[in-house]
């Protein structure tokens, strides 16, 4: 079973400060992806990356940016963080055929107070 | 626009009993794939089933099956005898193509299992 392991689970960060939340997979997948999951919204997609040194915007990207330095690592930075970035993140991970499924980490609940 | 939808907020069943969700995509590909995913109480998202468009047999795991209506673009998911574990939030995915890398969510319906 694929492993994907997110840090840190909780944060609470201020309002115009810099956070980065992590992510590792130890499958060797080659596509890595951050989702917020928001009531009334379910997940929608931040930004994903179809594998080291790619990166590509997806459907909310707006205050993120996302780094893949390696196969196994997937970032996600909020250089100034804002209350509306309040949320519960989900990394994933996947291979590169269509008819495979996602594997979801267990969260990283933020708040920015 | 929402290419998946799923409109039911939350069902509430009695235990033991079947229970249908559903989900209606939109697309314009002739070869898509549809996921169905179970969300714990515990923030877990777990995969359940898949059904590969091209294939006419609806897909079955475990207590878990799909009713697959592709004219009508849509892909119900049925749980038999349910189970109090089962209580958890369902999401529907989809992904286009072969190769396109992005899957597409509903927005979930929250199951309840009542004993």
């Known amino acids: 079973e694929a492993a994907v392991t997110q840090s840190p689970r909780n944060k609470v960060a201020v309002t115009g400060g810099k956070v980065t939340l992590s992510c590792n997979q130890t499958n060797n997948h080659n596509n890595m992806y951050w989702y917020r999951q928001d009531t009334g919204h379910g997940l929608r997609l931040i930004h994903y990356s179809y594998g080291a040194g790619s990166t590509e915007k997806g459907d909310i990207p707006d205050g993120y940016k996302a780094s893949r330095p390696s196969q196994e690592n997937f970032s996600l930075i909020l250089e100034l963080a804002t209350p509306s970035q309040t949320s519960v993140y989900f990394c994933?991970?996947?291979?590169?055929?269509?008819?495979?499924?996602?594997?979801f980490g267990h969260g990283t609940k933020l708040s920015v107070l | 626009a929402q290419k998946v939808t799923q409109t039911q907020t939350s069902i509430s069943v009695m235990e033991k009993t079947t229970v249908t969700m559903d989900c209606v995509y939109e697309?314009?590909?002739?070869?898509?794939?549809l996921f169905w995913y179970k969300q714990t109480a515990s923030g877990e998202i777990v995969f359940l089933i898949r059904q590969d468009s091209y294939k006419k047999e609806n897909a079955t795991v475990g207590h878990y099956s799909l009713n697959f209506q592709k004219p009508k673009s849509s892909i119900g998911l049925i749980i038999t005898a349910t189970q109090i574990e089962d209580s958890a939030v369902y999401f529907c995915?989809?992904?286009?193509?072969?190769?396109?890398?992005?899957?597409?969510f509903g927005k979930g319906t929250s199951l309840t299992v009542i004993p």
């Open positions: 697309t314009q590909d002739s070869s898509y794939f």
């Open positions: 994933a991970s996947g291979r590169r055929i269509s008819n495979e499924r996602l594997f």
């Open positions: 995915a989809m992904r286009e193509g072969w190769g396109y890398q992005n899957f597409y």
